[in-house]
C-alpha cells in the first residue's frame, strides 16, 4: 500500500540531470537523493520549509555529487538546520564525499522515516547503488535503469549491468522508475532505430515528444512501461533478439551487442 504522507519532488539541474526532495509529511521531515546542483534543492526546500535529515548518494560521478558542499551550507546556514546525514556505498567510499553512513548492497536504512532497500546496480560505475523506498513505489536508479535506456558502461561490463537490470525489473511493476537524466528522448530514437514491431514503444514515442515539446519532465516512468519498451530491459524478449539479428543469442549477448549499438548512435 503506498503511503500518501510521502511526495517525491523531480527537480532538473544542470543541462540534463535531476536530483530529488523525498517529502515524508507525517513525520515532518524530507531527504535528498543526489546533488548535482544546490539550487535547485536550497529552492524547493525553503519552499516546502522542512528538515532535510538525509542525502542519498547513489554514485561518484561528478554530476550527482558536486552541489554537496553549497546543499549542506545552506542547510546548516541560511536554512537554520541541523547537518543532514550523508549516505553511499562503502565500496566507493574512498571516491565519494565524506559519508556519515556507508552501507552495503542488501542492507536496509530509514531515510526521513521511510525504510528503504539497496541494490548494487554496477556496470555504468562499480559501486552505484540504487534505492527502493517500497512504501512510496519508488525506486531511485540514477545512471542505472534510466527512462527507455540504462548508463554507459563506463567501469563495468555488459554482465554486471544486465545482473543488475535483471534485479530492478524483478521489483514491482507498479514500481516508479526515478532515473537521473533527461536523456528519454534520445533513448527514444534509439529503441525505434532497433526495427522492432512494437506498437508500446510507438505509443511512448508519442508521448515523449508531446511532454518534451511542452516542457514536462519524462521522468519518473513506470517500471511496468519500462518493461514494455526499454531495450535494455528486453534482451531476453524473442522479438527484440529477432529485430537485432540475434534469435539465437544469449540475453547477456544480446544487451552487449544494443549497449555497444547504443555508444555509436
Not at 515532518?28 to 525553503?46: F, H, Q, R
Not at 515523449?208 to 524478449?237: C, H, W, Y
Request: charged fraction near 15%; include cysteine; proline fraction near 6%.
Amino acid at each position: 500500500m503506498v503511503n500518501s504522507s510521502i511526495t517525491i519532488h523531480t527537480l532538473p539541474c544542470l543541462s540534463d540531470n535531476y536530483a530529488y526532495v523525498v517529502h515524508n509529511s507525517a513525520a515532518g521531515t524530507a531527504a535528498v537523493v543526489d546533488v548535482p546542483e544546490a539550487g535547485p534543492l536550497v529552492a524547493k526546500i525553503s519552499e516546502l520549509n522542512v528538515p532535510v535529515t538525509d542525502i542519498f548518494l547513489t554514485h561518484h560521478h561528478w554530476d550527482h555529487i558536486d552541489g554537496l558542499p553549497d546543499l549542506q551550507a545552506a542547510l546548516t546556514g541560511p536554512l537554520g538546520q541541523a547537518p543532514a546525514q550523508v549516505i553511499g556505498a562503502k565500496a566507493d567510499a574512498d571516491r565519494l564525499p565524506t559519508l556519515d553512513q556507508a552501507i552495503n548492497p542488501g542492507d536496509r536504512l530509514t531515510l526521513c522515516g521511510i525504510d528503504g532497500e539497496i541494490y548494487d546496480v554496477s556496470g555504468h560505475t562499480l559501486g552505484h547503488l540504487a534505492l527502493h523506498l517500497p512504501s512510496a513505489n519508488a525506486l531511485f536508479t540514477a545512471d542505472s535503469l534510466m527512462a527507455m535506456g540504462c548508463g554507459r558502461l563506463f567501469e563495468g561490463s555488459a554482465a554486471q549491468m544486465w545482473h543488475s537490470l535483471q534485479q530492478l525489473r524483478a521489483l514491482p511493476q507498479n514500481t516508479w522508475v526515478y532515473s537521473g537524466h533527461e536523456y528519454t528522448a534520445s533513448n527514444m530514437a534509439f529503441t525505434q532505430s532497433l526495427g522492432e514491431d512494437n506498437p508500446a514503444i510507438n505509443a511512448r514515442a508519442a508521448q515523449i515528444t508531446k511532454d518534451r515539446a511542452a516542457g514536462r519532465p519524462t521522468v519518473p516512468s513506470l517500471l511496468a512501461l519500462e518493461m514494455q519498451t526499454n531495450p535494455f530491459l528486453r534482451a531476453d524478449d524473442p522479438a527484440l533478439k529477432t529485430a537485432v539479428g540475434m534469435p539465437e543469442g544469449t540475453a547477456e549477448r544480446v544487451f552487449a551487442e544494443i549497449r555497444a549499438r547504443k555508444d555509436k548512435f
